[in-house]
């Protein structure tokens, strides 16, 4: 116990405080993933800095922090899938490939299109354009071995367009909203079922890291959760729901926001002054490539614009859900459908990307 509280641990104890502060400032804007985008810049620049009064000879803080981030975070998505999300999954399947396969297309161009266009690696070009989610790529990114920092950029620049641009567009559609419509849920969650699902995640994690699963934590703990809480919703016959709170994820966010900071360096900074740019233009056109898929979607079936509009929307699954809330869609279906991006990304992408990266650079050769 004693080795615990050493005088070094103090002090990434203090720079993950200090980054919370960071994140707590940001996300007095509003800013999505404000936590994470702050933490991670007031962890960069202290590292930067470097006070005497924080010196340490160590850059990085062990991965400790992050691994335990990564964990909150992934149950954190894990818990948003259950049988609910199955029966629309199955119900609008069609549609659902469709949304996956445009996705995945659009996103491979950008990719391409921002690796070409500037300093970036091939890696790091394609995870930054791919829509994952911004609390999840740049921690996926770093284990690959891509540029978290302008990842993280890349992804905030394109939930910034589409968190502005898709609500303006469905309130063109459907007016101003006549008001909030809360969620369905009414529980507060069970003690207990958050134990038996913490446990899930924790044993899928191990086991994901066995497995040599790309970012064991995140994704084993995340299958985990999710088929942990479906299989007690089938065996009890109703949805149920782990004890969570909004203050969780805020320190996944901080956590893996600071084991960022601390590894950024001047080559990647001019990585992403060059990849800025690009990646404001790249991500103007996957938003308005899926805005146009939503219209055709919605034409062709029972859709309405507005879910459809959420639903195509390369954003986050919180982001999304609550606007949809708003506008009255069926924020079911959105979320069905974002979270299915996530779970595939988060699965099946690093194989591809480790694919593709080695064929270029073989061709490079």
Known sequence: MRQFFTMENGRHAGLVIIGGIGGWLVALTDLSAGWMVGALMASAMMMFWKPHWFHTNQREIPTFWQNAGQLLLAIELGRQVNCSIWLTLFENSPIIIIVLIVSFGVSLCCGLALWRYSRTDLLTGLFASTPGGMSAMPGLAEEMGANPIVVSMVQLIRLSLVVSIVPLLAFT?????????????????SFWVTIVLAGAAWIAAIAGKRLKFPAPLLTGGMLGTALAQTTLSVWFGRDLHLWWTDALFCAAQVLIGTSIGTKV??????????????????????LLVMVICAFIISKWTNIPLTTSLFAMAPGGIAEMAVTSITFHADATFVVAVQVLCVLAVIIMLPPVLRWLHRITFNSHA
């Open 173 to 189: 559609c459907v007016g101003h909203p006549s008001g909030y419509a809360g969620s369905v849920r009414t529980d507060t969650g």
């Open 265 to 286: 360096n001047r080559q990647q900074l001019k990585e992403v002054k060059s990849a800025a740019l690009v990646g404001s233009v790249t991500s103007f056109i996957m």
